[in-house]
Nanobody
């Protein structure tokens, strides 16, 4: 599975961005997916995760109520709608897939990673 994340950019505080993650190589309908982010000098952390059926989602406390994860299995694409962005959301955002249908909060359990897309929120 190859993953490509895109949609990042520079936005002002309070603005919105929509990230997309396109998968290719094989169907990912049985794969749980997740978005992670890594700020300068920080560990890569979970932002949100979604099961293959979309029945289950998980959000980091820091983004609950502002971010929404979704996926379209027919298009092999996952999304992250980010609203009310804050400077502390500035990071490189990565999409990831794991060869299990259930979600995981732990980056160690993801098997495939995209290249990352930069999100910068100016104050």
């Amino acid at each position: 599975v190859q993953l490509q994340a895109y949609g990042g950019g520079l936005v002002q505080t309070g603005g919105s961005l929509r990230l997309s993650c396109a998968a290719s190589g094989r169907t990912f309908s049985n794969y749980a997916m997740g978005w992670f982010r890594q700020g300068p000098g920080e560990e890569r952390e979970i932002v949100a995760a979604i099961s293959w059926s979309t029945s289950y989602t998980h959000y980091a406390d820091s983004v609950k109520g502002r971010f929404t994860i979704s996926r379209d299995n027919a298009k092999n694409t996952m999304y992250l709608q980010m609203n009310i962005l804050k400077p502390e959301d500035t990071a490189v955002y990565y999409c990831a897939a794991r060869s299990r249908s259930s979600i995981s909060y732990d980056k160690r359990y993801y098997d495939y990673w995209g290249q990352g897309t930069q999100v910068t929120v100016s104050s």
